[in-house]
């Protein structure tokens, strides 16, 4: 990688791992779940997770606005003094003058809802009920500009160096990419560098295999299903929670990444959820669209607006993927 966006990506790869770190720690001694109007569970490990990364983007780059999934509203609330004490202790543990003041302000520096021309996006903890399973979870941070991510740092703290593997080498990986000079993998915890990564060489789609969100509300496991039997691919799929599936595409594990809406539902995309995670493929050189083969377009706020669902490739079977996929919705 040469030296563009040299303090962004240094900032935002040291912060997404310092969260990444609180969170396994709040795992380590989980207990309650806060419940959003949504019904989301929201952890202390979100709040804490959001409130490390703001202040780092804070401390750097004050103009930047952040457009973040949380803010302290929850927090705030006198019945959560619980919830507040252990963020608080946890925020603690990585800037010791921590206190409840501190903390709101940072979780809503990521309260930015508009679209600028330079901005951050973040989702503190996505995969949240992989995260409350003891699945799969991400960090997820990228600075986007004039609507393109440019630079994009993602953790998985419990993704393994090899998927396939019966023990995996390592768990917990972290990945940096900016855009047109690739991206880089890193384990957690060993003190080894980020070496490059790239999507798989596979041409052949029935030789693949695709992952897709284990949930099944957030991706119609049915239609996946026969996109896949149209392009003969016997592989089962990989369900996993998280951005970590984009991961799995920027590092060769798997060719495609399937979200595609459920037939009669209407969910619009948010940012948080694709930014960092779609510009880790496209730098490791796959390619991401929606469903009908149109790019992400980030220029609408919080929201894919213009967007519906993702399907993310090694790029040489991408073309092949929608035909299929339009085929199946025909
Ligand atoms: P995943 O772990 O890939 O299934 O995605 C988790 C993310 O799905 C969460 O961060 C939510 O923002 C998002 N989400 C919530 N409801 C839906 C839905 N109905 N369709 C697609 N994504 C959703
Ligand atoms: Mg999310």
Sequence with gaps: MSTSYERERTVAFEAVQAAAELCESVRESMGEVLRK???????????????????????????????????????????????????????????????????????????????SDRFWTLDPIDGTKGFVRGDQYAIALALIEEGTPQVAALCCPRLPSDLDAETPASRGQAFLAVRGEGSLRRPLRDGAEPEPIHTSDTETPSTGRFTESFVGSHSSHDLAAEVGERLGITADPLRIDSQAKYAIVASGEAEIYLRLPRPGTDYTERIWDHAAGALVVEAAGGTVTDIHGTPLTFTHGPLLKSNTGVVATNGLVHEDVLDALAAAMA
């Excluded at 949380?70 to 927090?75: F, I, M, V």
């Excluded at 202790?89 to 990521?110: F, L, M, R, S």
């Design 37 to 115: 109007d949504d019904r989301t569970p929201v952890t202390v490990a979100d709040f804490g997770s959001q409130a490390l990364i703001c202040r780092a983007l804070l401390a750097a780059f004050p103009e930047d606005p952040v457009i973040a999934e949380e803010d302290s509203t929850a927090l705030r609330n006198p019945d959560n003094a619980e919830v507040r004490k252990r963020v608080v202790e946890h925020v603690k543990a990585h800037h010791e003058n921590a206190g409840p003041e501190g903390v709101y302000t940072w979780i809503d520096h990521g309260t930015a809802r508009t679209y």
